[in-house]
């Protein structure tokens, strides 16, 4: 069974240009989640989709965006880069989160490195 | 709110080493407790979870106890072997903020040496 896939590989862009990464969950997870992970500073929570909804957003301005498509693929867009967003973007997938009774078990793909010049 | 503190990296051990990651935790709620591995150029792992106090977590020859008085969750290996050279991640999720999107320690650069 295919895991979690995303696209591209490595991304550049410079500064003030719009990002646009993909990400394919595991077939029958429709909750997709994204996290950025800069040098040294761990995951950090950026969106998380269910159902094609957004359900939660972490503390991230709002030039950072996505969606989640019927087939439950999802896209993150990042406007107006700047250097500080330079950083591997992770795409995770779950079962859906249904009445968040509990936690389901994140599937990540193996990332989009993305450097601002 | 809640936070996950891990030792810094790297770790650099030699093959057959004991192995110990200390990471401790501040949460709101009661969470679950996760570690996960990345391994280079992959996407993270679940390599073991413990959801309740005293719970221990186990695989792969790692483990992990629950410990909710020093609201701690050290992941050991009794022996390291080359090809566990990774990143290791401590995280936590529970239901504050109303949902268990997971929180992230910054991640144990671990390198094990022949």
């Known amino acids: 069974e295919a895991g979690v896939t995303q696209s591209p590989t490595h991304l550049i862009k410079t500064r003030g240009q719009q990002a646009t990464l993909r990400c394919s969950p595991i077939s029958g997870h429709t909750s997709v989640y994204w996290y950025q992970q800069a040098l040294g500073l761990g995951l950090q929570f950026l969106l998380w989709?269910?159902?094609?909804?957004?359900?939660n957003r972490g503390n991230f301005p709002p030039r950072f965006s996505g969606r989640q498509f019927p087939n439950y693929s999802s896209e993150l867009n990042v406007n107006a880069l700047e250097l500080e967003d330079s950083a591997l973007y992770l795409c995770a997938s779950s079962l859906s989160a249904g009445a968040l009774s509990s936690y389901n078990e994140q599937f990540f793909g193996p990332g989009t490195r993305l450097t601002v010049l | 709110g809640n936070s996950v503190t891990q030792m810094e990296g790297p770790v650099t051990l030699s093959e057959e080493a004991f192995l110990t990651i200390n990471c401790t935790y501040t949460a709101t709620g009661y969470p679950s407790l996760f570690w996960y591995v990345q391994y280079p150029g992959e996407g993270l792992q679940l390599l073991l979870k413990a959801t309740k106090a005293d719970d221990k977590g186990s695989n792969k020859g790692f483990e992990a106890t629950y410990r909710k008085e020093t609201t701690s969750f050290h992941l050991e290996k009794g022996s390291v072997q080359v090809s566990d050279s990774a990143v290791y991640f401590c995280a936590l999720s529970d239901l504050s903020g109303g949902s268990y999107i997971p929180t992230f320690g910054r991640g144990t650069s671990l390198i094990v040496h022949p």
């Open positions: 989709y269910d159902e094609g909804e957004e359900r």
